[in-house]
């Protein structure tokens, strides 16, 4: 039966895709979780939707749209929010702050589209079985480089997530390793929207560091796992929905949700024990 999943192209691109954007957000989401960012997330994944709406009012590629609003939102936070340590109430401020105005912003390129809102719509709930291969070509080129820019900071980004304090102390550069990291974010989340939808982007971003934090406390293992349960989730997504008529995005975030409880569950039933 999954003889013919690669057969068609939309689904090759789909899997294309796919890996490329589980591959970023299991890696970043692992640091994301680690430094208590995510409501940062979620802020720049709803303001994923007004980018993706000036970009079709624009008449360009949305993906392009998604990422310029998403790094704009990610050095905002990053300029507003400075001297601060990541997940403190005042950067919280400052993050609800420029959600609320991107989503007013999202209101106002909605109203000027003439077009189908079925445009739209693909950006909250995911579109990643009708992507086209120049998207395929940007999501490849963003991937690799925030991938290369993580492998590259990653050791120095666990020190500063752990224990900023005792990292600036050593001579880390904390502040500008914090605004790196949110543009890194930005971007996974930029590319992540065309699987999930700026409204389901937790189910790849946080879920797999969710899980992984929870299976293991070492940062090498705890990141591999987290890549490895987004790969999983993405790819048994996007075969569940070619043979049934749900949308992906359902599927993957059922998948991401199970697998979260699972893993507290059996981290519960092993205290108890």
Known sequence: MFGGLLQFHFMQNAYLAGTLVALLAGAAGYFVVLRGQTFAAHMLSQVGFPGAAAAVLAHVSPVLGLIAFCVAAALGIGWIGRGLEPGHRAESAAVGSILAFSLGLGLLFFRLYAGSAQAMYAFLFGSILGIADRDVLVTLAVAVAALIVLAWVGRPLVFASVDPDVAEAR???????????????????????????????????????????????????????????????????????????????????????????????????????
Do not use: C, E, H, N
Not at 195 to 222: D, E, K, M, N, S
């Open 171 to 273: 001579g880390v550069p904390v502040r500008l390793l914090s605004v790196g990291f949110l543009v890194v974010m930005a971007l996974s989340v930029a590319i992540t929207v065309q699987i999930v939808g700026t409204l389901l982007i937790f189910a790849l971003l946080v879920a797999p560091g969710a899980a992984a934090l929870q299976l293991t406390p070492r940062p090498l293992l705890g990141l591999g796992l987290s890549v490895a349960l987004a790969l999983v989730f993405t790819w048994l997504g996007l075969a569940l929905a070619y043979f049934s008529d749900f949308p992906v995005g359902f599927f993957i975030t059922t998948l991401a949700f199970g697998a979260y409880l699972a893993v507290r569950g059996l981290k519960a039933v092993r205290a108890w024990a």
